[in-house]
């Protein structure tokens, strides 16, 4: 079998693993599987009954199944890299396109499993085909993000607007709502107005796209959940969230509308304008630390609640609040959403698109929402840190599955997800809450309020970070008593909403009125 | 194979020169402009391929071409002030019609 | 790791900065590095010639964007990470966006063309390409003792701690240009009353 994969690896393309993985496996793959929904859905007549009785299992299983399968993959991967490959006997010499391993000799040195394993496990060896999975695994995230904010966003403002959201498609709460809206979009006509400038118009959707996917390539889900862990991460993730103006501007202006070209140039006034607060705001934890880098930001907070940044000093506290109102308006959200005004410009800079390329606008724009909110959760509080002192674990040794429950409990990708995802519920939950700013409200905030309590934030903290590096213990004894101060003024807010929202959902009939009550069962 | 200093001199080369037709051959103000661009980041392009690979591990290249972003940024704005004052004053960009100062 | 990783290298040991012990190397002559140089300076050297050729401004400030984003992929190559984001930041993100306000408070329609004489186009390309033959018979008659293969890349506390002690002159200075750029420009785009 070994034997078999070795020869076909070398005689089919003569050329590299890459080749291998996408046009050989790559492609038997998606067909079988393709083949086999089809199948599924020719085949039996009850699945859509199916779906509509359990969606709601379905989509959990779903997604937890997908965390077991990226914890499971991380796992491989490291037992790749680390035991696999540094066990090969002579590490200079080579095998074919650089592999230090050969079939051979994978399944020698796996002797338990069939020969099989060792063909499968064979292209892993390189940190290309690895990238390559992973990029997958980033891009299916980046895709499904906007599609559940999408949904989870229309069932808050429905629950805020005293009605019930989405309900029927899919079944449990109409889970699979933007699913069905994702194809009736790609069913759309493609429409370009007759004097839009076309090719400008047809590539502004994918200028607003690219730079939130790409924003993700250095956002750290855990500490060795990063794609690459760059030494400059969080320069590139603001670099990369600053183009998205550029496709703005272009939709506004191809498509030949002053509705449109307005909309454009106040999103790019205050995309721009509010990126000064957000990067300096920004600064204040980073100086703190010492480091630019996201992954070793994230460590540095290790150890629970009161070792987060946020709560270490006034000043980062304050300055959470400011990059995070920065952030909304760097998103284009409420209320700060003047750029799709849709009760004053038609729909804004993208009035004239529709079908798939509107849908590029907003999967940019919740990405780009959760991108935001991942630096709150790094850079503030605590990234992958679960609010658990990590000492409690310490005993538990470092068996596989020692390992996943400290990552369950005290630091793991899940905490990082869970926070991200509080966060984008409060940008939601502000949406349709807040009245919306007049764009010269806007820049007032920003040049008149914001910039100045910026530097004056990082002009303080500068200064508390140097009375720390003195050794003096009355300064020691100010800072604990203000880590415990910070830190219960935080726990009260999030205690506060954790009670204030499990109120709203035990009386959730009483508060969304006797209509919807009457009308729908499982409301 | 390998890729050597040549290769990204050549590209920093091919740019400013590209950037050197542009600003010969636009009449747009901010033509002209946008081509001062390019020759300011084909330089910057130079500095950091030097950096690498004349002097590995040095950021002598990388701080110079920190400072050409820095004061591009600088002249990119006062520029195009000086452009919507021509624009102001002649409803136009068209540099071939700012000629009040030919003598 | 830089952003290329050791997917572009051949072997598995990578340089670590012994001063802040990260690591961050450029690529060495791996196929990868290769295809992605041409990628980069393909794209780089096709928006370049898009800007020249472009009529239409608003076009040409478009593949001026994408001639920066390639810039800044140029310099993630080159293991100058801090330089490419930067990049990103400042250029693509500020300098690009206020020469696009530029264009749009300036031009009258969406289709306005300047045109040139063709002898003043001949003559600019005659130039161009004279100096570019000098510049590429230079570039490859000098013998540079380049060092290739794997060398660490710039790091980001090596830039600051520079700007601070060799280049705080040069610093301080671009601090007080841009804070006369500022008010020079506010003052010179602002409304006649």
């Known amino acids: 079998m070994a034997a078999v994969g070795n020869w076909a690896a070398k005689a089919l393309f003569g050329g590299h693993p890459v080749a291998l993985l996408f046009l050989v496996v790559g492609p038997l793959v998606t067909a079988a599987a393709a083949l086999g929904a089809a199948l599924a859905v020719k085949t039996w007549r009850g699945w859509g009954r199916f779906l509509y009785r359990h969606g709601g299992k379905v989509l959990l299983s779903a997604v937890v199944g997908t965390c077991i399968a990226v914890w499971l993959t991380a796992l491989l991967f490291g037992w790749v890299t680390t035991d696999l490959v540094a066990r090969a006997d002579d590490p200079s010499r080579t095998s074919w396109f650089g592999a230090p391993l050969t079939v051979t000799e994978l399944t020698g040195s796996l002797p338990m499993l069939p020969g099989w394993v060792a063909v499968l496990l064979w292209p892993l060896q390189f940190a290309i085909v690895r990238d390559l999975i992973g990029l997958g695994a980033l891009l299916g995230f980046f895709n499904l993000i906007p599609m559940y904010t999408i949904w989870w966003e229309r069932k808050v403002a429905g629950r805020i607007q005293s009605r019930l959201g989405p309900m029927r498609v899919g079944g449990w709460h109409g889970w699979s709502q933007s699913i069905a809206d994702g194809i009736k979009l790609i069913l759309k006509e493609d429409l370009i107005p007759a004097q839009a400038d076309g090719p400008l118009f047809r590539a502004a959707p994918y200028f607003a796209v690219i730079p939130a996917a790409l924003a993700f390539l250095a956002l750290p889900f855990g500490a060795t959940y990063v794609f690459r862990d760059l030494d400059v991460g969080l320069v590139f993730v603001l670099g990369v969230l600053g183009i998205e103006v550029v496709g703005v501007i272009m939709a506004g202006w191809a498509s030949n509308n002053k509705w449109s070209v307005y909309g454009a140039m106040r999103e790019a006034c205050q995309m721009v304008s509010y990126e000064i607060p957000m990067g300096m705001a920004l600064l204040v934890p980073v100086s703190a630390v010492g480091t630019l880098n996201l992954v070793k930001i994230g460590e540095a907070q290790a150890g629970g609640w009161f070792d987060w940044l946020a709560f270490q000093n006034p000043f980062i506290f304050v300055a959470f609040v400011c990059y995070y109102i920065a952030s909304l308006a760097s998103c284009k959200r409420a209320p700060f959403d003047l750029p799709e005004a849709e009760s004053e410009l038609v729909a804004g800079f993208h009035t004239e698109y529709s079908g798939l390329r509107w849908s590029f606008f907003f999967f940019a724009e919740y990405a780009a929402m959760f991108v935001v909110s991942g630096l709150a959760v790094i850079l503030f509080l605590g990234g992958w840190q679960s609010p658990l002192p990590s000492a409690w674990g310490d005993s538990w040794g470092d068996g596989i599955l020692a390992q996943g429950l400290k990552g369950i409990l005290f630091s793991g990708p899940i905490w990082f997800v869970l926070k991200c995802v509080f966060f984008l519920y409060v940008q939601l939950w502000l949406r349709w809450t807040l009245p919306r700013i007049r764009i010269d409200q806007v820049l007032y905030g920003c040049v008149q309020v914001m910039l100045p309590m910026t530097m004056i934030l990082l002009l303080g903290n500068a200064l508390w970070v140097w009375a720390s590096t003195s050794e003096r213990g009355s300064w020691k004894v100010i800072e604990q008593i203000t880590n415990w101060i910070l830190g219960l003024i935080g726990a009260t807010f999030a205690l506060g909403f954790v009670v204030i929202a499990a109120y709203g959902f035990y009386h959730r009939r009483r508060l969304v009125g006797n209509l919807v009550q009457d009308a729908m069962a499982g409301a | ?103 | 790791m830089g952003l290329i990783g050791s997917a572009a290298s051949g072997d598995v040991t990578m340089p670590v900065d012994e001063r802040t012990g990260v690591m961050n190397a450029a690529a060495s002559g791996g196929w990868l590095e290769a295809v992605l140089f041409y990628t980069v300076a393909g794209m780089t050297l096709v928006s370049g010639l898009g800007v020249c050729v472009s009529r239409n401004i608003v076009r040409m400030a478009v593949w001026l964007f994408v001639a920066l984003g390639s810039v800044s992929m140029m310099y993630f190559l080159l293991a100058a990470n801090f330089l490419g984001a930067i990049q990103l930041i400042v250029y693509a993100g500020g300098t690009l966006v206020l020469l696009i306000f530029g264009v749009m408070l300036t031009s009258k329609s969406p289709w306005a063309r300047f045109d040139v004489g063709k002898i003043e186009l001949l003559a600019a390309a005659v130039v161009s390409g004279v100096l570019l033959g000098c510049l590429g018979a230079v570039i490859t008659a000098t013998r540079w003792h380049g060092v290739e293969g794997m060398v660490p890349g710039s790091s980001v506390a090596d830039i600051g701690r520079r700007l601070l002690t060799e280049y705080l002159v040069p610093f301080e200075v671009a601090g007080v240009v841009l804070m006369v750029v500022m008010v020079g420009a506010a003052h010179l785009a602002r409304q006649e009353k």
């Open chain 2, 1 to 103: 194979m390998t890729i050597g200093l040549n290769h990204y001199l050549i590209v920093a080369a091919g740019l400013f020169c590209m950037g050197l037709f542009t600003m010969m051959t636009k009449r747009n103000a901010i033509g002209i402009l946008l081509g001062v661009e390019l020759v300011l980041n084909a330089a910057a392009i130079n500095f950091v391929a030097f950096d690498r690979y004349l002097g590995p591990g040095r950021v002598d290249g990388a701080i110079n071409a920190l400072f050409i972003i820095v004061l591009a940024a600088a002249e990119a704005a006062i520029a195009v002030g000086i452009c919507i004052n021509l624009y102001k004053n002649l409803a136009t960009v068209d540099v071939d019609q700012a000629t009040s100062l030919q003598g």
